[in-house]
């Protein structure tokens, strides 16, 4: 039986090798030497880098992915929470001023009908003070809440002349045509917040 180019059998060789010493220094003498010479495997180790830098590729894109998408949560989130907070702040204030264009209207027709004294603002009821302090104190509020960018200066340039027309009510010198001017101003308010709750 041949084995690897040598015409022997293992166990004749064998037998040749452990028999006589110097039969077995001629026969090892003529094995060939065996020499592993293997090139540097350039190709695996780009084969692992691809390998491992894919997963990494993917989990750094999944990662800056969910901190955009977490970053523009929370600024969603952070724009209706103060959204919320205007419309509020904004119901308040129209229905302070509501409340005090009813009031004051009442309060000179029970004068003027029962003409105990002169309308003026000295002599004005405390419910009616009361609703001038929430409309100044939702004002300064709002101020504060409007974004100033452009639909926020329309919006707080409305806010401006809805508390202009207040100004007769305040002096206690409001006539008709001012409790007239005042509804106007308070629905073009309400107006301009719809369009600034709408702006992208």
Known sequence: MAWQGIPFSIEKMEQMVTSSVQAAHIILDKVPAVIVDTPFAWDTIAGAFIAGSIPGIISYLALRNSYQ???MQHALQSKEKINNEIRVAAA??????NYLSTDYNAWVK????RRIYPV????MPEHIRENIFRAESNKNLLTLLIIPDEDGNALLEAMGKAQNALTPFLEAEATYKDNL????????????????FLRD
């Not at 001017?181 to 600034?196: A, D, G, I, M, P």
């Open 120 to 123: 003026s603002k000295e002599s």
């Open 92 to 97: 308040a204030y129209v229905t302070a001023i």
């Open 181 to 196: 001017q005042l509804r106007t101003s308070v629905n073009n308010f309400l107006y301009k917040c719809h369009e600034y």
């Open 69 to 71: 998408l977490a970053k």
């Open 110 to 113: 029970d004068i003027r009908e």
